[in-house]
């Protein structure tokens, strides 16, 4: 089992910035690839970015790339969202989650941080 928590969630204003982080605990972090996923009300959850277990590779959702950022440290079993140039549309909840390298569909899931940007 893996053990997710978010934090660093709030409220933006549009053009500025948050950094979402999110901590494991319970297995050998560096052995999971991390992703960061969102869902806005109404909405179904979609994938925001993904990291690979040694942080080596990323990829990003189109309406996120060149603005989110994320990276991770395996000493610390930690990986991060850093998050510019905030849009309104960027309001949604977080989530964090994981699935080890052998496999491809995401297990472990956080409680997710909401993150609400006003115009």
């Known amino acids: 089992q893996v053990q997710l928590a978010e934090s660093g969630g709030g409220l933006a204003q549009a053009g500025g910035s948050l950094r979402l982080s999110c901590a494991a605990s319970?297995?050998?972090?560096?052995?999971?690839?991390m992703g960061w996923f969102r869902q806005a009300p109404g909405k179904e959850r979609e994938f925001v970015g993904g990291?690979?277990?040694?942080?080596?590779?990323?990829r990003y959702a189109d309406s996120v790339k060149g603005r989110f950022t994320i990276s991770r440290d395996n000493a610390k079993s930690t990986v991060a969202l850093q998050m510019n140039s905030l849009k309104p549309e960027d309001t949604a909840v977080y989530y964090c989650a994981a699935h080890h390298w052998s496999t491809s569909k995401y297990d472990y899931w956080g409680q997710g941080t909401q993150v609400t940007v006003s115009s």
């Open positions: 319970g297995r050998t972090f560096s052995s999971y690839d």
């Open positions: 990291i690979n277990r040694s942080g080596s590779s990323t």
